[in-house]
């Protein structure tokens, strides 16, 4: 089997190893110029020439996340390649829309980029899927948004900007009025007057992930998330997309958020897409599910957390369009870093992280799914892209026990560094679990 990942920053590289270990041919295009260097090496990387012949002799091609058109010199050479659009709103959807027409393709598509880079029509969407929406409010301006702020200050709201913003532009007020502040000072310097975001009250309750992946007939099978975002102990520090994750697969054709997740496929399926659609609700106390976005491409990191419950090979999971057995149980997974990630400009990751050593090999690191790596000399060693070393994954029967895996499998880790990564992901995660157990949304 021939197969083509198509990603920004490397999301699938991990991945395509793998899938190569297995005797897959997999190879891997790299959008983002300043992650060229992961996976040197290991995996065959494609440059835009390589990447058009290569699809034409490609049995599957997968779009491992969406990407907005930010203009770049990348973004135009891409669309012009296939004989798009340079002003094209978004630069993988409309890729993945055309080689549809002759290639098998997983992810992405225009209609994915819209509910999940447009907030709005993402909640308008959720809206006739028969999703609870917490209150929501789009403006334009920062202007606009502090007015309605001074209007409503005995509420707490929640910042969220239109398309693929900074992580840490998503904001939660923890005090009310503090937006007001953050978007009058912080905001207007860096950001401008003129922005398009929701502002969402903010809901107590219980964040979850819930999943479909959705086959060319319909719904194959719908799996669950638990996430910290935040890098350090007790939720503090950056968001940094995630840090800490526990999957499980929903069996109970009444699961949480199941019949919505089959009326979303039902959705995306009429426009031709097959791959991943997320979910992501508060679990309010009423046992009702709030909507907050989508995400209708692989989640990182709960694809690896995701992968590592499958049975048998992961190049069934792509070909038979994830028509596979799973293990029972649980999956969890922390994220490893080099200190001081993150990092704030490339002079500190040159200094810090770059060229540090690996002394294991990757093929006897079963749970390690690597990212800024490459061999440099024959050696494993930090490619220097981001300082996110990679994920630890590792699935027990019990939550307790998918964790004790994680955290034994990062003490096999002989990185010539000081790591970090969250010594609280499990007591944060399995306590959100409790509740949802509690509330008999979830097996005891």
């Known amino acids: 089997m021939k197969l083509v990942f198509c990603s920004n920053s490397g999301e699938s ?16 295009y790299l959008h983002n110029p300043a992650y060229r260097n992961n996976y040197e090496g290991l995996v065959p ?11 034409r002799q490609a049995d599957l091609v997968v779009f491992d996340i969406t990407r907005p058109n930010e203009k770049t ?19 993988f959807g409309p890729v993945a829309d055309k080689l549809r027409k002759s290639v098998k393709v997983i992810g992405c598509g225009t209609i994915c980029e819209e509910i999940e880079l447009g907030r709005a029509k993402g909640v308008e969407l959720a809206e006739k899927m028969g999703f609870a929406i917490p209150e929501t409010h789009s403006f334009k301006t920062l202007f606009d948004g502090v007015k309605f702020l001074k209007a409503h200050k005995n509420d707490m709201w929640v910042f969220k900007p239109e398309k693929n913003q900074d992580l840490d532009l998503t904001y939660v007020e923890k005090l009310p009025g503090e937006l007001i502040t953050k978007l009058e000072a912080e905001y207007k310097e ?3 007057e003129k922005i398009d975001f929701i502002l969402q ?12 992946w959705i086959g060319p007939k319909g719904p194959v099978h719908f799996n669950h998330t638990l996430e910290n975002k935040r890098l350090m102990d007790g939720n503090l520090g950056p968001a940094i997309g995630s840090q800490s994750n526990t999957v499980w697969i929903e069996n109970n054709p009444d699961g949480i958020c199941v019949q919505q997740l089959k009326q979303v496929a039902e959705y995306l399926q009429r426009a ?17 599910p709030y909507f907050l976005e989508y995400s209708p491409r692989m989640g990182y990191d709960a694809i690896y957390c995701l992968l590592s419950l499958v049975k048998g090979r992961l190049t069934d999971f792509f070909a038979k369009d994830f028509a596979v057995e799973f293990h029972g149980g649980f999956a969890s997974s922390e994220r490893i870093s080099i200190p001081p990630f993150p990092y704030a400009d490339s002079t500190l990751l040159k200094e810090y992280a770059r060229d540090v050593s690996i002394l294991n090999r990757l093929e ?15 050696r494993l060693a930090c490619a220097g892209a981001d300082g996110i070393l990679g994920v630890v994954a590792a ?17 096999q880790l002989k990185v010539c560094s000081y790591l970090q990564h969250r010594l609280d992901g499990h007591k944060s995660l399995s306590k959100r679990y409790e509740t949802l157990q509690k509330w008999g949304l979830v097996n005891g």
């Open 395 to 411: 699935r027990g029967n019990s939550l307790g026990g998918a964790w004790g895996n994680v955290y034994r499998a990062i003490e």
């Open 364 to 378: 006897n690191l079963p749970q390690f799914w690597a990212e800024d790596v490459y061999l440099k000399n024959g």
């Open 13 to 28: 590289l991990p991945i395509a190893y793998r899938l190569r270990r297995e005797g897959t041919d997999a190879s891997v």
């Open 45 to 55: 990387k494609l440059n835009l020439v390589q990447l058009k012949r290569t699809i």
């Open 73 to 91: 010199k990348q973004d135009v050479a891409l669309l012009k390649m296939f004989g798009l659009k340079s002003s094209s709103p978004s630069v």
């Open 190 to 192: 860096r950001l401008g």
């Open 201 to 212: 009250k903010k809901l107590d309750g219980v964040e979850l992930s819930s999943e479909v």
């Open 272 to 288: 031709g897409y097959v791959g991943p659609c997320d979910t992501n609700c508060i679990i309010a106390e009423d046992k009702k």
